[in-house]
Structures are given as C-alpha cells and as structure tokens.
C-alpha cells in the first residue's frame, strides 16, 4: 500500500517505521506498511489547526456540512465489499457472523442517520429562567441563552475489534459539528482508515478538515494526545491505554471521550434460566469474545447453575471454529499471539482461584497457524474470581450461581467496570427493578438497541462521556451561555 496518510487533503506516502499487517486467521501478510513518522504527524496536527482556525469548515452552516457528509456517508456506503473484505482479513472477523453487521452495515447506516440526528439538535437553546430573573437590575428583559460550537482539533483513536464503527463515530459527527478531525486507527487493522481518506476527497471535504495517520507503535498517538495544538481527544480501547490517554491530555485540559472496556453482567431471572446457554453462545461467537460490552458473566439461581452449565457446554461444543474467510466459520481467531496468551493467563487464574474449566480452555488443536482459542466455559465459585473481574476480550465466558436477585445485583455491581449490562425474565416487572438497580451506562432489559440515536457509554472504569446519539453528538461541541438584556 503506497499511501499510509492523508495530511491536508492530499494522500502521501509514510516516512517512518516499516510493519506488517497480519491476517490473524492463518498470520498471512496483508499488506507491509510504511507509517508516518513524529514529523508528519505534527503536520497532520499543523494542517487541522489551520483548517480549523481559518474557518473554512467551522463556520458553515449546520445545512452546508451535512450537505458534504451526506455526500461523505454515500462514499463510504459505496465501499462496502472492500470494508467487509478488511474486517475478515484485518479484523478475523468471520464473514457469515452476524457482528459483521457491526463491522458494515450498522455502521454505514450510521453514517447516514447521525446527519439527521445532529440537524435535529437546535444551535441555541433557551435556559429556564424563572420569572423573577427574566428582568434585571435595571429594569430590562433578560434572556440568557446556550450555544454550541465546533470544539477545534479533534483526535480520533479507534480500535482494532471493529475498526470502521469505532472510527466512524468519532469522525462523523467530529466532522458534522465542524471540527478538524485526525483518525489515527489501530495498528491491528490501519487500511480501512484509508478508505475515510478515500470518501473525503470523493464528498469534497475541504483541505485539511480530515486528516488520517498510521503508524505502526505509539510515538504519533503520543503526540497527538498531548500536543496543546489538539482540543478533545476521542478515544476507544483497553482501560490501561485510555488512563494513559487521560493522563497524556490533562497538562492542557483536553475535552476527553474515552470509551473503555467492560466486563458485563447478565443476570437470568428465574422463569428465563432457560435462555442462558444460548446467551453464553452468543458471547463466544460474537467476534470470538472480542466486544467491549459482550456479557461475559452470566448470573444464575445456584439450584439450576449446574443444568446451565451442561447445556451450555453442549451449544460451546458444536461451535465451528476456524479461519474468518470460511462461511462455516462461527468463532474465528482473536487478534493476537498476545491476545491468545491473555485468554490462556485467565484461564489459569480461573483454576488456581477455585474455577474450573467445563469446555475449551486451550489453543484448537486441529489448528497450527492463526491467533485461535476454542469457546470457554468457566465454572466460579464467586464474582471475586480473577475471570470475573478482569476483561479477558476472548471467547471465554464465566457462569456464577446467586442466592436471590439481591446477591445477583450485588455481584453484578461489584465491578470496576460500568458498561453495559443486561437482565432477562418474562416477569417484566420484577426485570425493570433488577435492571434500574445495576449501575452501568448501559442496561439492557430484555432487548437491546444500536441506535444512531440512542447513546452508549461507560461509567467507573469503563470510560468518560458517551458516543452516539445526541450526547455523542454534544460531546464534540463547546456549551456557552450568552445572556442578553
């Protein structure tokens, strides 16, 4: 691949180290990269500054940006085979599992439905006044006003599980409410960040207003964290990597997006242990357990863990594990040599803490080349089990027994991650309450939704702020108040 940037409206060639991008399913060479160096990355910054500051964007109307992006979202959609060809052989993800629809479709319907979102969302509010403030001092009417304006210089980090959703919902609405965006993907899965470079010029974005960066190690994602040039930092990954991040923008006080890692609960009430085993499946064949908000522990009445277990080890069984490209394929590689080792570390922590192993647990032997783990089934004693409390991002999922929905809700809580959460029961009633008691940014209460206009976002260690709907499009704007007399 020539072209390993895009700086200023113009797609240029890396200066810096040369690395390869590895098919996870069988460690084939994808492409060999040459990423930019420290240098183009300050010009990367340099060129959204000037784009940014010279108002050659910011200063459109809300209607004239979302004219372009709409012209930038059909670009995008015009690629679609080429993105789903990256996120099975960048990626690993299976081409025939359903998350492909979070690696294209949902995603590029996204990109459509957030334009709508934001021209939804008035430029200026009015706060409440009570009546008593709306005169002042002297005897005139007051109004006193909010208003929203683009940020500046945005920095967009993705992440490598799905590459394209979590670019996109930094840049879009980075982008619509007319801030200078700089993408700077994952080194895992860097060529579909190319493709925002590709629809940028297609959509006529002007120079300089979206900027895109690959490298291969961490020296440009420093600069562009810390450099006092960019505003807000939108971030998606581990929790390690975002405090870093956190700590990285604080000398200049950078607005911050962070959205983290997660380690979920699902809590099966009694009349709906039956859907359990199911939803064990789901974990492990969603993207081989490589989803933030997967629900990763399963809480069940301890009178019926055991036939839960069983049931699920027998669906965990069948599961067809193999390389992304194969339409059989149901749980295909992890990302890594590293990621298989982390899965292995838990495990073991799992045994050594009182766990024990039902199915899986290891490599695949049948095998020998690609980043595989079979489909786990973890046995705990309790939520204080390292594999209860850690984020593993493998197909490995744990099986708790509780005494009542009280002690479930209590494990469920006892986390230091807060992302998403989900209770199922055919007592809807009862389902609310356990769900409107487990703090997370997130509770799925017999359904789930991906939504342009419903938001996600963390709470504890899992993250700051909120992506999607109208706070992940407020998110990217300054708030001021004008009070006029």
């Known amino acids: 691949m020539e072209h390993t940037g895009f700086i200023d409206g113009r797609l240029v060639a ?11 399913s069988d460690e084939s060479l994808v492409a060999e990269l040459v990423g930019l160096s420290p240098t183009q990355v300050e010009e990367s910054i340099a060129a959204a500054r000037r784009a940014f500051d010279d108002g050659r964007w910011s200063r459109r109307s809300a209607r004239e940006r979302a004219e372009i992006m709409r012209k930038f979202a059909k670009a995008l959609a015009a690629r679609a085979d080429r993105l789903q060809e990256l996120a099975v052989l960048e990626a690993g993800c299976p081409v025939s599992s359903s998350v492909m629809g979070a690696q294209v479709s949902t995603p590029l319907r996204h990109a459509a439905e957030v334009i709508d979102v934001y021209l939804s969302l008035p430029e200026v509010e009015e706060n409440p006044l009570p009546m008593h403030e709306r005169i002042g001092m002297m005897g005139q009417p007051v109004q006193s006003i909010r ?15 799905v590459p394209l959703f979590t670019a996109l919902w930094k840049v879009v609405p980075g982008l619509l409410t007319g801030n200078s965006v700089i993408l700077r993907p994952n080194p895992f899965t860097p060529i579909s960040a190319m493709i925002f470079a590709e629809a940028a010029i297609e959509a006529g974005l002007p120079e300089g207003v979206l900027n895109v960066v690959i490298e291969s190690g961490l020296d440009g994602a420093l600069k562009l964290t810390t450099d006092p040039a960019v505003d807000m930092v939108s971030f998606t990954g581990s929790c390690a990597v975002g405090a870093k991040v956190a700590e990285q923008s604080a000398p200049t006080l950078k607005r911050l997006v962070l959205e983290l890692g997660g380690k979920s609960a699902q809590i099966f009430l009694p009349d ?15 993207h081989a357990g490589q989803g933030c908000a997967l629900g990763t522990r399963i809480f069940v009445p301890e009178q019926k863990k055991a036939e839960v277990l069983e049931a699920t080890a027998a669906l965990l069984a069948k599961i067809k594990i193999g390389p992304a490209n194969d339409p059989a394929t149901e749980t295909g590689p992890v990302i890594s040599a590293a990621q298989v080792a982390r899965c292995e570390h838990f495990v073991a922590a799992a045994i050594k803490h009182g766990g024990r ?3 899986g647990g290891k490599r695949p032997a049948h095998l020998d080349r690609g980043y595989y783990f079979e489909p786990t ?16 991002f493998g197909p490995v999922v744990a099986v708790i027994g509780y005494r009542d929905l009280d002690h479930a809700v209590a494990m469920a809580n006892d986390s230091k ?5 989900y209770v199922h ?16 940014g997130t509770v799925n209460v017999n359904a789930g939704v991906v939504s342009a206009w419903a938001s996600m976002g963390g709470i504890k260690m899992s993250g700051v702020s909120r992506e999607r709907g109208i706070e992940g499009v407020r998110a990217f704007q300054q708030m001021s108040v004008l009070n006029l007399g």
């Open 14 to 24: 890396g200066r810096g180290n040369r690395f390869k991008v590895e098919n996870p």
């Open 147 to 161: 208003r929203y304006d683009p940020l500046g210089v945005v920095t967009a980090i993705s992440a490598y599980n």
């Open 272 to 286: 709906s242990v039956d859907k359990a085993p199911m939803h064990g499946r789901i974990v492990c064949v969603a």
């Open 357 to 359: 192993v039902v199915i």
């Open 377 to 392: 089934l973890l046995d705990l004693p309790d939520n204080t089990n390292p594999a209860a409390q850690e984020e593993i």
């Open 417 to 421: 991650f807060g992302l998403s959460g």
């Open 425 to 440: 029961g055919l007592d809807k009633a009862t389902a609310l309450k356990v769900g409107l008691a487990i703090r997370s």
